[in-house]
């Protein structure tokens, strides 16, 4: 379990518990910015430094299989054939990305590799891929925690899924 998980239970059990909570919208769509704020993500230096320590993710599994692609794949059969679906893998802060050269990043490559060959095994469906070193994943200012990127970044990477639908269609 990763300690963020746990930092954040107590939030979540009093969310639950509560009449009166807040809830999503009906298309899903939660701006968390202000709830980051108040907990000092963006302000807070303790919580900024936690962000520039490197997350180091494990071993992970180069050889496969993949219970997540397989699972995956079976649901995406159940879609009809002329559904546009696209695969998005996240961004994450730089200091979450693999070492280049670790087992790290093999299991990546791995993981990359395994969801890319099941875009390219439906038709009508694309990996929008964010998990990659470019310039945005730099900068903390758009970041809360290493998973948990802000507005500017949100957009970006909804940017590219219209682009990829676009293409697709």
């Known amino acids: 379990m990763h300690f963020d998980l746990l930092e954040e239970l107590p939030l979540r059990i009093q969310y639950l518990a509560s009449r009166k909570a807040e809830r999503a919208r009906p298309d899903g769509y939660w701006d968390y910015e202000s709830g980051y704020g108040v907990q000092g993500y963006g302000t807070d230096p303790e919580i900024i430094a936690r962000l520039q320590r490197p997350l180091e993710a ?64 439906r038709p009508r469906t694309a990996l929008v891929d964010w998990r990659v070193d470019r310039p945005e994943l730099h900068d903390p200012s758009l970041f809360f925690d290493h998973s948990h990127y802000r507005q500017p970044i949100a957009r970006l990477v909804e940017a590219d899924i219209a682009e990829a639908i676009g293409k697709l269609k």
Do not use: H, Q, W
């Open 58 to 121: 494990g071993s992970g599994n180069v050889d496969g299989p993949f219970p997540a692609a397989a699972a995956l794949e079976a649901l995406m059969k159940t879609a009809p054939v002329e559904t546009v679906l696209i695969l998005v893998r996240p961004p994450v802060y730089v200091t979450a990305l693999s070492k280049p050269g670790t087992r790290d990043a093999a299991a990546d490559a791995a993981c990359r590799k395994a969801f890319a060959d099941l875009a390219a095994r």
